[in-house]
């Protein structure tokens, strides 16, 4: 079934849901037009009306360029209002060729409201329901003149065909009933998980897969109300790469990059509990929040993450330092804790960070500080 519909409407139009879903409709009425006509044609044939069946022949021919129509990639709107207007053709025909008002096709001008509302939209809707209606005043109007309608029926055959025109209706509604309710779920389950995807990729960084800034001050948020409610300590850190404009200019952009993800995945992986979490702060800097985390345990984290990071970057270029001496990269620290009160913001938090950074590169760099008390080599 999917390759059918892969093949109806055009691949460009399938990342727009709204185009998709009425592209749908349009195609399922008109599937189910053609069956109407596949299956009362040879009826009208059988009942001796081949004009009748004549009739439907070219609505079917109509039906079918409607489908090429919307597989040439025409808009749902237009291949929706040519459905109806095919629909309006055959139903009143048929029903001057049989009996006028009181003519068994007559039965099926309540779908041509509810196609337009599916098809084409509220507004084409209620343009349907009007013509509808038009359609059925002039029927009465005919017979108020005395205007008789033909009737190339016999009454058996008449009875016979209100009834398969009966039956045939409520089968059509329940099926498309059926068939759309299906499609819309699917419509739905899909516009869910593009909502899904597009919120991941919203707090995802593009280069290194891990949380991005907007992530990470959401999350900072929520975590300092609730330990502000449990009065449990906060640690937030701020990673800088030492040197790190030096080593894009001597090694290029790209190179810069390789090593950005790299340490992004090292940060992630030496983090010892998957309620921490690491950000890309911007550029060169990372940001890392560890809930229910004193400033001891947070310096011994940091500390952790440090040596990992020169295990690390061993294999990468060298960098030249102020000394002149060509070390492996390194990372400077700073560490911010605090058990949050009532008054207090996380922003507060950060920038308490961001001075301990600072005071970190000041005092030489490669080394992590805390933001209250001294500083470790």
């Known amino acids: ?57 070219v609505a079917g021919v109509v039906l079918a360029l409607i489908l090429l129509a919307l597989r040439r990639g025409h808009s749902p709107t237009l291949c929706g209002n040519l459905f109806c207007l095919d629909g309006m053709y055959a139903y009143t025909t048929l029903a001057l060729l049989n009996g006028g008002r009181q003519g068994p096709s007559v039965m099926w001008y309540a779908t041509v409201p509810i196609i337009g509302v599916y098809t084409a939209g509220l507004r084409w809707g209620v ?104 009065q449990l300590p906060l640690s937030v850190a701020l990673i800088d790469v030492d040197w790190f404009k030096q080593y894009n200019d001597t090694h290029g952009h790209l190179a810069g990059d390789d090593v950005i993800r790299k340490m992004a995945q090292t940060i992630q992986a030496s983090l010892p509990r998957p309620r921490d979490l690491v950000a890309r702060f911007g550029g060169d800097e990372f940001a890392v929040i560890l809930p229910d985390t004193n400033d001891w345990y947070a310096e011994h984290v940091l500390s952790q993450l440090r040596s990992d990071l020169r295990e690390m970057t061993v294999k990468q270029p060298a960098v030249g330092h102020e000394s002149g001496a060509s070390r492996g990269i390194t990372i400077s620290v700073g560490i911010a804790t605090t058990v949050p009160k009532r008054g207090g913001s996380a922003a ?26 001294a500083a470790w080599a």
């Open 1 to 57: 079934m999917r390759q059918f519909w892969e093949w109806l409407i055009p691949p460009q139009h399938w990342q727009d849901p709204e185009y998709l879903r009425q592209a749908r409709r349009v195609a399922v009425f008109n599937l189910a037009m053609l069956v109407w006509v596949l299956v009362f044609a040879p009826v009208y044939v059988m009942l001796g009306a081949p004009a009748c069946a004549a009739v439907l022949t």
């Open 127 to 230: 343009v349907w329901t009007l013509v509808t209606v038009l359609a059925m005043v002039g029927f009465s109007v005919a017979d108020s003149l005395g205007w008789e309608c033909l009737n190339l029926l016999t009454p058996d055959a008449f009875r016979t065909l209100e009834l398969l025109g009966r039956v045939g209706l409520v089968v059509c509604l329940c099926v498309l009933v059926g068939v759309l309710t299906r499609f819309e779920r699917a419509a739905q389950q899909e516009l869910y998980e593009a909502n899904c995807r597009l919120e991941m990729q919203s707090a995802v960084d593009g280069l290194t897969g891990v949380a991005n800034r907007r992530s990470f001050d959401r999350r900072l948020q929520a975590e300092w109300e609730q330990h502000e409610q449990e």
């Open 348 to 373: 507060e938090l950060i920038k308490e960070a961001d001075v301990a950074l600072y005071r970190a590169k000041a005092a030489g760099r490669d080394r992590t500080t805390q933001a209250i008390g």
